[in-house]
């Protein structure tokens, strides 16, 4: 048996936030006189059932308003307060209570994502120093006066290098350089070269750009830029509707050299790890300050130092993904989300959020501009610049000299297919090869073939755990579920008739590769997509090639579609529409448009003419000729107008009970007591439709259904969750299942 705390009269009583699925917090003891202050934000460790948890205090209050649940029940004493301070800013506590009420998530949950994973498992936030290599004077002399020993080329070379860096380079990056430890000590032994060791790189000097005097700003980017500037010490969000090519990155950048100018930082969301390098190259070739990034595709320890130096104000602009959106600043001075209508803004794991509300969110609460960057916006963006809650800049001028794009359809209907071409397109692809420009075939399904089938008995090659078929990876000769993950051996004959004749059915990206060296063998072909892509640097590699003109044909899936820079690149082939048009989505023809036009903007981005086909069986699409004639902006704007008439999302407001479980009646049960007591509250104007299952209704081994709620007022909505969630949190099925309540839902599946 526990002994009994003794309660003092000023003892204080914590609200903690645990990593559980429970939307509460918990309460613990901070024992009397505690060496530490508890304040919100810092961490704890506290006692959890029968192990011990590190939480994040949420609130503290007096033992006194605590008075009746202390009689009632022994409270803990927390273990450990970890932290000297509070990990996170005021604006930020104040956007996590919002998000809280907002997307009525466990707390838990929410810090999980709020925070690096390494102050979850208990690390002390602290900077650690780093180490950098500089040439000495010494050594500067050596190399005019021609002391280095000819012989010695490696130290030459070192020397040189060193030269050429004003920042130093860093020690972690010296194999980046091919640079031996083993030379830099013996050049270290000649006092021709330091190690200086620094919190922060000591060679930024945090001098302001010099603007490229080759670069001319068109009368549009200009009067963004100055529309922009105005409300830079004020909340303001601003949608940049540019064209692909426009010039949205040169407008960021002008903007984030006014921020800079004022002492303040500016945050860069982009939406894929692969757009990061590139981005950050272009960043640290106009600014002399800190720039670091943010992304799950770096080690933890890398990624905590450089959310330190964020949080310090060491580092003058963070370049991230999703997750970087929390990232505590010392000076806030912008918030710039670029490709905003990329569904990848979206968290569709763990705490469920879109990164460009909260974004809008966090910009009102720290008083900063929100710029809103995308050649085609989401309709939710565009239905907001109508309410007044955006304002709308266009760009509609390339920001480089450049012909207009032409488009053609091809229809497919009784044409004969070679490797998924059409006739007419192998002749393009020819003929613009021919011209030293380079060709991208866009086909968004990676592998070699959607299914293996059998010739003789129909078999087909299903995966037990979902409801869908394994892909089939030619060259690695397995099948994959792109949907579970699981993977085995490709068999050689039918597991069901033990024939041989076991066909690949369907194109994907490999198959495409394979046929295109085919049909031109002297081609120079390359395939970016995520079976090519997953080491470490293969992206930038890939890019590097695309430029330097060491490829003729490329092949790639979405990764291809979002913000890369391709100057050679004249024709674009999208070589399956179907799919997406054929989606039972409300919200396909918005994905597919968007879709098309980010791809379609990879051609023609310099002084050479683009050409964009498409090929399709649906050739008379009415969302096609809209996008190819009239544009996105007429698109979308016939869009939202469907949706108002139709009283669908972004016009109306929705949420989504979505639960899973190994054991289907379950799933059914809970969701039917959901709704039973959901209708318990009939006088509150929301839509209760399903429960129904998932597009998938099975995945990884556990059957999906869905209860949606549909209304007019988002108010209602809210109050709807907050009657119901602690009753439905109660129910005996919840516990057999594993259940969410997702806000503004983007997916049905």
């Known amino acids: 048996m526990e002994p009994q705390t003794p309660f003092h009269s000023n003892s204080l009583i914590v ?9 509460r917090l918990f309460d613990y003891i901070v024992p009397y006189n505690y060496a530490i202050e508890p304040k919100p934000g810092m961490r704890v460790k506290v006692p ?11 609130s503290v209050s007096p033992k006194s308003e605590h008075a009746s649940v202390i009689n009632d029940s022994k409270l803990k004493e927390i273990l450990t307060i970890i932290d000297q301070f509070s990990l996170v800013t005021p604006s930020l506590l104040k956007l996590y209570h919002w998000m809280e009420k907002y997307y009525h998530a466990p707390p838990g949950e929410i810090w999980q994502t709020m925070l690096p994973t390494s102050l979850l498992k208990g690390q002390p936030a602290k900077q650690s120093r780093q180490s950098y290599w500089q040439i000495t004077e010494l050594g500067k002399a050596a190399l005019f006066t021609g002391k280095v020993n000819k012989k010695a080329i490696k130290q030459r070379q070192i020397l040189e290098q060193l030269m050429q860096s004003n920042h130093g380079i860093a020690h972690d990056q010296i194999n980046q350089f091919n640079m031996p430890y083993a030379s830099l000590k013996t050049l270290a032994g000649k006092l021709w070269v330091s190690r200086e060791y620094s919190t922060v790189n000591p060679n930024i000097t945090s001098n302001l750009p010099n603007i490229p005097t080759s670069i001319q700003l068109n009368t549009q980017q200009q009067a963004a830029i100055e529309q922009i500037t105005q409300s830079l010490n004020q909340y303001a969000a601003f949608l940049l509707f ?3 090519a426009s010039g949205k990155t040169e407008v960021y950048l002008r903007l984030i050299h006014h921020v800079l100018q004022q002492n303040k930082q500016a945050l860069v969301l982009v939406p894929e790890i692969g757009l990061t390098p590139q981005t950050l190259k272009r960043f640290q070739e106009r600014f002399d300050v800190e720039i670091i990034l943010l992304h799950s595709g770096m080690s933890e320890q890398k990624r905590l130092q450089n959310w330190l130096k964020a949080r310090s104000g060491d580092a003058k602009i963070i370049i991230g993904t999703r997750s970087s959106l929390f990232t505590p600043l010392k000076s806030p001075g912008i918030i710039i989300i670029d490709e905003e209508h990329d569904l990848s803004f979206r968290q569709q794991q763990g705490f469920r959020y879109s990164a460009r509300d909260v974004a809008m969110v966090r910009g009102s609460i720290e008083q900063i501009p929100v710029v809103l960057g995308s050649a085609s916006p989401s309709l939710e963006s565009l239905l907001n610049v109508t309410k007044e809650k955006i304002k709308r800049i266009n760009l ?7 012909a207009q794009l032409k488009y053609r359809i091809i229809d497919l209907k009784k044409q004969p297919i070679n490797h998924g071409l059409s006739s007419e397109l192998i002749s393009l692809i020819k003929k613009h090869i021919s011209q030293q420009g380079q060709v991208l075939l866009f086909l968004n399904r990676r592998g070699y073939a959607p299914v293996l089938l059998c010739h003789q008995c129909g078999w087909s090659s299903s995966c037990q755990r979902c409801d869908t078929h394994f892909t089939y990876h030619h060259q690695s000769h397995f099948l994959q579920c792109h949907h579970c993950g699981s993977s085995r051996k490709a068999p050689n004959q039918c597991p069901n008739c033990q024939c041989e004749q076991i066909v690949p059915v369907g194109l994907g990206t490999e198959r495409l590769q394979e046929g295109v060296q085919q049909l031109f063998p002297e081609a120079r072909v390359s395939r970016i997509d995520r079976d090519t892509t997953r080491k470490k640097s293969a992206m930038q590699d890939f890019v590097t090639s695309i430029k330097s003109g060491e490829v003729d044909i490329l092949i790639g899936t979405q990764m291809l579609a979002k913000g890369h820079h391709f100057p050679d690149v004249t024709l674009v082939g999208l070589i399956d529409m179907d799919g997406a048009l054929y989606s039972a989505d409300y919200r396909a023809p918005e994905y597919a448009a968007q879709l098309i036009t980010q791809v379609s903007g990879r051609a023609g981005r310099a002084d050479k003419p683009g050409e964009v086909i498409i090929q399709t069986h649906l050739a008379e699409h009415p969302m096609l000729h809209e996008i190819i004639h009239a544009g996105y902006s007429d698109f979308a704007q016939s869009a939202i107008q469907e949706r108002i008439e139709a009283e669908l999302p972004p016009h109306t407001f929705s949420a989504m009970f979505h639960a899973e479980s190994p054991q289907i009646n379950f799933v059914k ?28 209704v099975k995945k990884a081994g556990k059957f999906r259904y869905q209860l949606f709620l549909h209304t007019n007022n988002r108010n209602q909505l809210h109050q709807l969750l907050d009657l119901t969630l602690p009753d439905i949190e109660k129910l005996k099925t919840a516990s057999r299942v594993r259940w969410r309540i997702e806000i503004d839902p983007a997916s049905d599946s």
């Open 15 to 23: 609200g903690v936030a645990i990593a559980v699925p429970l939307r």
């Open 48 to 58: 959890f059932g029968h192990s011990t948890k590190i939480g994040v205090i949420v």
């Open 242 to 244: 540019g064209v692909t």
């Open 396 to 402: 509609t001028q390339k920001a480089k000299t450049s």
């Open 669 to 696: 049960q809970f969701l039917q007591e959901v709704k039973a007591i959901l209708d318990r509250y009939s006088d509150l104007k929301v839509e209760l439709l399903g429960p129904a299952p998932a597009v998938y």
